[in-house]
Every structure is written in C-alpha cells, then in structure tokens.
C-alpha cells in the first residue's frame, strides 16, 4: 500500500493535509466514502469536494485549525467522484511536531442521514428525490450564508470592500460597505468603478502605490499595511489595510477582500509620542537627547562630505539667584524668552536644544569659525534685549555666556569631545566676564578646562577617599501583594558634607569618560549589600544603575558575573537599569552581553523611557524586562491629558510585552490611583519614599 494511503479504521473516512492545506494522506474509509483513490486527491485541496454552490465555505475550517483556533467541528455538504451529495460531519483537528508546531491537519469523516434538515432517514432516497433535496438544502445554505454575510457586510464598524483583481483594474471597487465610505468621505456607492489607489494622499512617498498594490496580491491572510489616504472633504485619514485574495480551484485569483481600519487617531498620538521624545516640554526645542542625536549625524556627513560642523553651548548667567530670588515661574518664563531669543537668530537648518537647566546648545553645519562668532554676537545681544521679564517691582533680565567648538578637516572628534570643548570655551567666558563668548581654538581647551577636570577627577578617585555612598529609593508596588523594590542610588560627599545627587556629577562623569569607573564602585557596594540583605532573609528585587557603556564593555560584564558568583547573590533578585541607552553604538555587543546575564536570571531597566524617540527602538532591539517611565510624563499626570495617553500607551505597550513598568517622579496621591488604573506595576517619587542611606530593611518599612 502507498504511504499515503491510511490503514482503514472501521467505516470512518479520514485523511490528513499538510501545512498548505493539500491532502496528504487518504484511508480506504474516505476512497468509499468519497470514491476518489488516494492516487487521485493526494497533493490536492480539499475544495475539489465542495459544491460550488458552497465555495463560500472553501477552505475557512482548514485556515482556522492551521492557524492554531483548535478543533473545528461542522455539518456540511459534499460532492462524490461521480457528482452525487453526501451530508457529512467534519472534525478537523491540528497535527503537531515533536517540538508543539503544527505541520498539518487531520479530517475525521461521517457520512450523516440528513435529518437535521428535517427529513427523515432514507425516506428521500426512496422517493427518488436525493438529488433534489440536496440542491434546495444548499441553496438553502447559501441563501443563509449570503445573508449572513450581507448583514455583516452592511452593519460592520470597519471598512470593508470587495476589490478587483482583473489586469488593467487591479484595486477597484467591486462593492464597499457604508463603514467605508464613511471613512473617505463618500456614500458607499460612490466608491464602486472606482480604485482604491486613487485616493491615496498626493503626498504620498514614491514606492507606496507600488506597495499597496503588491498586498492586494499578498497570497498571505494577514498581510497589513498602513497608508494615508485623502478623504472627499479634503481631510487626511490613516487607513490600516489588511487584505486577502479568495482564489479558484487552479489558483487564480477571483477578487480580493479588504479591512480597512481608522488609525488616525493612533498616527496622531505616535506623532505627538514622537514630539514628546525629541522636545523640551518647557520651551518647545529639542531636548539634549536628540540634540546628540543630531550632533552625531552632522559629524558623520561631516567626516563623509568634508563638512564643517560647530556647535555653541549657551548657559545664562546667574539665572539660579533670578530663581531664587523671583520663583520658578519668573524663571520659566525667563527660559521661554531666551529659547525664542535663540531661535529667531538662526537658520531652519540649525538644531536649537536646550540642554539642561539654563543651558542651551546650538548645532551650526557648514558655517566658518568667523561666521560663527557673528552668530554668538548676534545671540549675545539678542537675550539681552528679549530675555526680559516683569515682575512686582519691576522686571528682570539676564545675560548669557557662549562657548564655540568647531570641527573641520583638519580636526576629528566626537559629539561628546565637540560639545565637552563648546562646555570648556562657555566657562573660559564666564571666567572673562561674563555676556561674552570663548572660542576653544583661541586657547589650548585642555589647559582651559583643567581646573574643572581636576575638580572630576577628584571625585571620581573617591572609592580611596571614602567619598562615594550607596543610596536606596524604594518602589512601591501598586498591585496586591506584589513585592516592593528598591532602587540604589550613587552620592557623592561634597566638600560641605552635603549628599550630591548623581544627576549633578554623572553627566560630567560620562563626558570625561569615567562612567566606568562609578559603575564599578556601584557594582562592588550594591552585590555587598544586597548579599548582606540577603543573609539578613530580604529577598525584595534590588536595581543597580549602570551607564550604557558598561554593557557593551566585556571585561566589566565578565566582573558583573564573578562578582555576583564570589558574593553568592542571587541574580535573579538583581535588575541593572541602563541609563542613555540611545548612546550605544555597538547594539549587537549589547545585545550579547545582555542576554549573557540574563541567561544568569539578572533583569534589565530601560531608564527614562518615553524621554527620546529612540525608547522604542531600544526596547526592540535589547533585551530589557522593566521600563521606567520618564519623571516629565508622570509629574503632572493629573493635570495633563496628553501625559495620560502617554502613560495608558506606554502601560499597554509593555503589558503586551510582559514587561514590568515603574513610573518615576510621583508626586501625589492622585497620581497613584491613575498609574493604578492604567495598570502600572511600581510607583517611585519623593511622595513614595524619599532616597536615604541604605540599609538592611526592607522595602517601604523605613520610609513609613
């Protein structure tokens, strides 16, 4: 017997597909049921025994059991060799491999007597009349199936539409619902004779008709694509597309059915997402992390095209005593004037950032040095004429101090190094006087700056010194009974006595490149604490913060692993948040350390997700189980609908990724029950628990 042929069991017909749905294997039950021998179906479709009055149903059962929708059970109708009906009961049933994939399918046949139809057993077939009967139950089935369809067709929220695949009429409308047109702007039948490419958006990119028009002809069920089309009002819309072509026996295509989806609303609020990322909440410029992103890419054009780059680091004088002295919202308003300031004395090519506090930069391409000292002059008197301020009892304005860096062909350097010596000149014009600019090719920048870097390094060496302390700020977990966590924190003993929070040293740290070195104090105190907490019976999650260089450096991941190992810590209670991940350069290296301590049970924190448009792309290309939503998001959630969105979005995102959330600077109550309702997982803020010296307790026990 051929392998295809299925050794009989009983009466009952049954064969196999495979994964394309082709019969792949036929038992004597289904040749005597059907009359067809294994030679003759084997490596055909199973449509070729359904009627043609019931092509509606074709091969729908088998796409639903390939697909992984479980067991499909159903009465039908289906055609002999010889052309006779017989009524069946199916029960389809998925085949899987060693390894849980399904590679098939299994058809379970039983020829029934009809009466669920209401004729008796035989009594038909007596009469003469089979053949009769079994045309008006099919079309009473169609008829049925025809007006289930139309009702759907008619009622669905979403576009629907019937689409031709004919050469030379590819893409136009057969038939179209009324959700349809009313996502274009048109009755439905409007639509009809016409195609759907013609109302694609006139601004659409080269490529994309081409596009759209390959996935009316995708063989796959779930082939998707979004596209902006022009509504007949004149307005944009955002369609996703999603399309399938119904086929005949041979293969050819008869038409396509395509779902048409609204996702305006969702473009719109992934560009605002976008805008948020890239953008100073304050004063609407680009924040420091797109500016880097930028700076990056004029060096790369620069070093590519012989190009000129130079950038110019502004930072107002005095402005924290006009902040202590007149408030915050003098202050803000001060920043607002001096961004606007900034921005009216440029090009639309050049990148205006702010990049921290009262500190802005400026990105100039293919400007001359002494250009560029024309631009600082003319933004030198332009905040001291704009930067100006009423209060009570008067107003207030204040000057600014500018440094420039530039690179040209003689010079090559890195964002970092260029904006490091735009930051050295910007202080060498403070020391000057102040209202005036620095150039860093009017001195040797490195014996400018060598008092401020002494300073760092001072610091840096501290391990020796006793100066560096570990810190601890709990989470607190929002669900119940979920364990709370504890993030550790660096500070550094001031000259005072006072504890200086990283944010103040680290970025200095980063630009001198002793990040590293931090990071190794951290790792060596945290693993001894948290060994300690362990030995103690703590068992809470505990998160180290490391810069985004240490994980793409080998030697410091191997001492993550012999350190963890000689302290006996388990790693699994261990989660390394990375800061600046947009700064990894070398993302398979990552990538591939990473997953070493994964593998170990060790967890990884995206920080300040949210805060750039490239949080998306490293949470796709790292391997990161927590997210910790940016503190400018969750400040003022309460009073910000867009930050709402944000957060739900960001909350569905990760929930449908299995990853855990934080969400960083809570500041109140009402933030809490919002971040409780749009299902995040831990809260952490000064309203939670303010940071102090760690210790041996656990979790919010001694915040309480």
Same mark, same amino acid.
């Given at each position: 017997m051929s392998p295809a042929v299925l050794a009989s069991n009983g009466d009952e017909a049954t064969f196999t597909l495979d994964a394309g749905g082709r019969i792949s294997r036929w038992n004597a039950g289904a040749e005597a049921l059907y009359g067809f021998s294994a030679r003759e179906v084997v490596g055909r479709h199973p449509t070729m025994l359904v009627p043609p009055e019931l092509d509606f149903e074709r091969d729908e059962h088998v796409r639903e059991v390939l697909a992984g929708r479980g067991v499909q059970r159903y009465e039908t109708e289906r055609m002999r060799k010889d052309g006779s009906r017989v009524d069946v009961a199916i029960t389809l049933s998925p085949l899987r491999d060693a390894g849980g994939r399904i590679v098939g399918a299994s058809a379970d046949v039983r020829e029934t007597d009809g009466?669920?139809?209401?004729?008796?057993? @035989?009594?038909?077939?007596?009469?003469?009349?089979?053949?009769?009967?079994?045309?008006?139950?099919?079309?009473?089935?169609?008829?049925?199936?025809?007006?289930?369809?139309?009702? !759907?067709?008619?009622?669905?929220? $979403?576009?629907? #539409?019937?689409?031709?695949?004919?050469?030379?009429?590819?893409?136009?409308?057969?038939?179209?619902?009324?959700?349809? @047109?009313?996502?274009?702007?048109?009755?439905?039948?409007?639509?009809?004779?016409?195609?759907?490419?013609?109302?694609? =958006?006139?601004?659409t990119e080269a490529?994309?008709?081409?596009?759209?028009? #390959?996935?009316?002809?995708?063989?796959?069920?779930? #082939?998707?694509?979004?596209?902006?089309?022009?509504?007949?009002?004149?307005?944009?819309?955002?369609?996703?597309?999603?399309?399938?072509?119904?086929?005949?026996?041979?293969?050819?295509?008869?038409?396509?059915?395509?779902?048409?989806?609204?996702? +305006?609303?969702?473009?719109? =609020?992934?560009?605002?997402?976008?805008?948020?990322?890239?953008?100073?909440?304050?004063?609407?410029?680009?924040?420091?992390?797109?500016?880097?992103?930028?700076?990056?890419?004029?060096l790369t054009d620069a070093g590519a095209f012989d190009r000129r780059a130079t950038v110019l680091v502004i930072d107002l004088d005095d402005f924290k005593s006009v902040n202590d002295t007149y408030g915050h919202a003098v202050g803000d308003e001060l920043l607002r004037r001096v961004a606007g300031a900034l921005r009216s004395r440029v090009r639309e090519t050049d990148v205006v950032a702010r990049l921290g506090g009262d500190e802005f930069g400026i990105l100039l391409p293919d400007v001359t040095p002494e250009q560029a000292r024309g631009v600082a002059t003319e933004l030198?008197?332009?905040?001291?004429?704009?930067?100006?301020?009423?209060?009570?009892?008067?107003?207030?304005?204040?000057?600014? %101090?500018?440094?420039?860096?530039?690179?040209?062909?003689?010079?090559?350097a890195t964002g970092e190094a260029l904006l490091s010596d735009a930051d050295t000149a910007m202080y060498a014009a403070k020391r000057s006087g102040r209202d005036r600019f620095a150039s860093s090719a009017d001195s040797d920048p490195r014996a400018v700056g060598a008092p401020r870097g002494r300073r760092l390094g001072a610091g840096v060496q501290v391990p020796a010194r006793g100066r560096l302390e570990l810190w601890e700020q709990p989470q607190l977990a929002l669900a119940a009974g979920a364990p709370d966590r504890i993030e550790l924190l660096a500070r550094m003993r001031g000259r005072r006595g006072e504890a200086i929070p990283a944010g103040r040293f680290l970025p200095l740290m980063q630009r001198f490149g002793r990040a590293g070195d931090l990071d190794a104090w951290v790792l060596e105190a945290a693993v001894a604490l948290i060994a300690r907490r362990q030995a103690?019976?703590? +068992?809470?999650?505990?998160?180290? $913060?490391?810069?985004? %260089?240490?994980?793409t450096d080998e030697r410091f991941v191997e001492s993550i692993h012999?350190?963890?190992?000689?302290?006996?810590?388990?790693?699994?209670?261990?989660?390394?948040?990375?800061?600046? !991940?947009?700064?990894?350069?070398?993302?398979?290296?990552?990538?591939?350390?990473?997953?070493?301590?994964?593998?170990?049970?060790?967890?990884?924190?995206?920080?300040?997700?949210?805060?750039?448009?490239?949080?998306?792309? /490293?949470? *796709?290309?790292?391997?990161?189980?927590?997210? *910790?939503?940016?503190?400018?998001?969750?400040?003022?959630?309460?009073?910000?609908?867009? /930050?709402?969105?944000?957060?739900?979005?960001?909350?569905?995102?990760?929930?449908?990724?299995?990853?855990? +959330?934080?969400?960083? =600077?809570?500041?109140?109550?009402?933030?809490?029950?919002?971040?409780?309702?749009y299902g995040i997982d831990y809260a952490q803020g000064f309203h939670v628990a303010m940071p102090r010296p760690a210790q041996l307790t656990d979790g919010l026990l001694a915040a309480a």
């Open positions: 009466s669920r139809h209401g004729e008796p057993a @035989g009594v038909l077939a007596a009469s003469g009349g089979a053949s009769t009967a079994h045309r008006e139950r099919s079309q009473r089935r169609l008829a049925e199936a025809q007006e289930r369809f139309r009702i !759907a067709f008619l009622h669905a929220p $979403n576009g629907i #539409a019937l689409l031709s695949t004919a050469p030379g009429s590819e893409g136009c409308f057969l038939d179209a619902n009324p959700a349809l @047109g009313r996502q274009l702007g048109y009755a439905a039948d409007e639509l009809v004779g016409r195609c759907l490419l013609d109302f694609l =958006h006139p601004e490529g994309e008709p081409e596009a759209l028009a #390959a996935l009316l002809e995708a063989t796959e069920a779930d #082939a998707r694509a979004e596209r902006r089309f022009l509504r007949g009002d004149g307005r944009d819309v955002w369609l996703q597309i999603g399309a399938s072509v119904v086929r005949d026996d041979a293969g050819r295509p008869l038409y396509a059915v395509a779902h048409l989806q609204d996702v +305006t609303d969702a473009r719109r =609020h992934e560009a605002e997402l976008r805008h948020l990322a890239d953008h100073d909440g304050l004063t609407g410029l680009v924040n420091r992390r797109c500016f880097n992103a930028r700076l990056e890419t004029a030198l008197a332009a905040v001291g004429r704009e930067a100006t301020v009423p209060t009570g009892d008067g107003s207030v304005r204040v000057t600014a %101090s500018i440094g420039i860096s530039t690179l040209d062909r003689a010079t090559r103690a019976g703590l +068992t809470g999650d505990v998160e180290i $913060n490391l810069d985004a %260089s240490s994980v012999a350190t963890l190992e000689a302290a006996s810590v388990d790693p699994g209670t261990v989660t390394f948040a990375i800061t600046a !991940a947009a700064s990894i350069s070398d993302v398979a290296s990552a990538r591939r350390l990473m997953s070493s301590l994964s593998r170990l049970g060790c967890r990884f924190a995206l920080d300040h997700f949210g805060a750039s448009a490239g949080s998306l792309r /490293d949470l *796709k290309q790292l391997p990161f189980d927590v997210v *910790k939503i940016d503190g400018e998001l969750i400040a003022e959630l309460p009073e910000r609908r867009f /930050d709402q969105r944000a957060v739900r979005a960001i909350s569905d995102i990760a929930r449908g990724s299995g990853l855990l +959330t934080v969400a960083e =600077h809570v500041s109140d109550d009402a933030t809490l029950e919002l971040l409780r309702e």
